[in-house]
């Protein structure tokens, strides 16, 4: 997430430079906004 | 694509790192006012905002500044410092101004201090010459010369009021030495000598001395002075000057 947020990478960018395949990275950036979303989901809404 | 299944991709696309086809199907749908996809991005913006307040705080570093300024194109050189010569110069500028003022300030104080005890001496050289006057002018007043008949001695006059005092107005006072000063007595008839007072002779020799009060003329045979120490005495310690006698007035 801070390679997305406060680097500015894209998926892509972030996969070359962790070294992992392009599928993980979306995976794991999926899951780390799902997670962001539900703890701060009620911050958000109210 | 459903907005079932883009739904997952709202905070990739929130955050621009949403890729192809994903984010071309959510701009699709945005375009075309999808309702839950418009909500559902509107969501994740506010989460992504979020995000941010969640980094620490951080202190920006003075090449930043600099790219910040000069974007806005501010002139960097207006908030260097000045060379440390042109300070150096102006304290140096400053502390002889201050200096400066300081002797200045401090010999005016010396002035006014000086011309204040002048102020002090002609007022008590005035208040003398007013009590000299009252006894000169008094109507009881009995004026006796002394010195005479000497080659060069102290001559002069006592005047003696009753009511008033004493004047003393001689001349021809030698100097006296640097520890020692002129009294003047009463001297009773009959009894010692009284102290009436301490004073100098003037440059040329004169002297002009009061004691103010009253005065038994009945009982007070003359008036004498003598040198003594710089602090008086309670008897004459030395031989006469000036006597003054008074008794043809009594």
């Known amino acids: 997430m801070e390679l997305a947020y406060f680097e500015g990478l894209s998926q892509s960018e972030m996969a070359i430079k962790m070294g992992q395949p392009l599928g993980t990275i979306k995976t794991w950036v999926r899951t780390a906004l799902q997670s962001l979303r539900d703890e701060l989901g009620v911050a958000v809404s109210s | ?250």
């Open chain 2, 1 to 250: 694509m459903t907005c079932e299944e883009l739904r997952q991709y709202y905070e990739l696309y929130a955050l621009d790192i949403a890729e192809e086809p994903e984010r071309g199907e959510i701009r699709a749908h945005l375009n075309r006012g999808c309702e839950a996809c418009m909500a559902g991005v509107k969501r994740a913006l506010e989460t992504a905002t979020l995000i941010g307040a969640t980094a620490p705080p951080a202190r920006p570093s003075s090449e930043l500044r600099r790219r910040i300024l000069a974007s806005v194109g501010s002139d960097q050189r207006s908030f260097r410092w000045l060379p440390v010569w042109v300070s150096a110069v102006a304290m140096a500028a400053l502390l002889v101004v201050a200096v400066y003022f300081a002797v200045r300030s401090r010999g005016y104080s010396q002035q006014a201090a000086s011309r204040q005890e002048a102020i002090h001496i002609q007022t008590a050289q005035l208040l003398q010459l007013t009590e000299a006057f009252d006894i000169m002018s008094g109507p009881r007043t009995t004026e006796v010369s002394f010195g005479g008949s000497k080659p060069r001695p102290p001559q002069g006059k006592v005047f003696v009021n009753p009511n008033r005092g004493v004047l003393l107005i001689a001349s021809n006072l030698p100097r006296t030495p640097a520890d020692k000063i002129y009294e003047m007595w009463l001297i009773p008839k009959g009894a010692k000598p009284v102290p009436a007072g301490l004073f100098q002779s003037r440059d040329d020799g004169s002297a002009l001395h009061v004691r103010p009060g009253t005065v038994d003329l009945a009982s007070t045979a003359a008036v004498a002075v003598t040198v003594e120490n710089q602090a008086g005495a309670d008897q004459p310690t030395t031989t006469p000057l000036i006597v003054a006698s008074l008794a043809a007035t009594n």
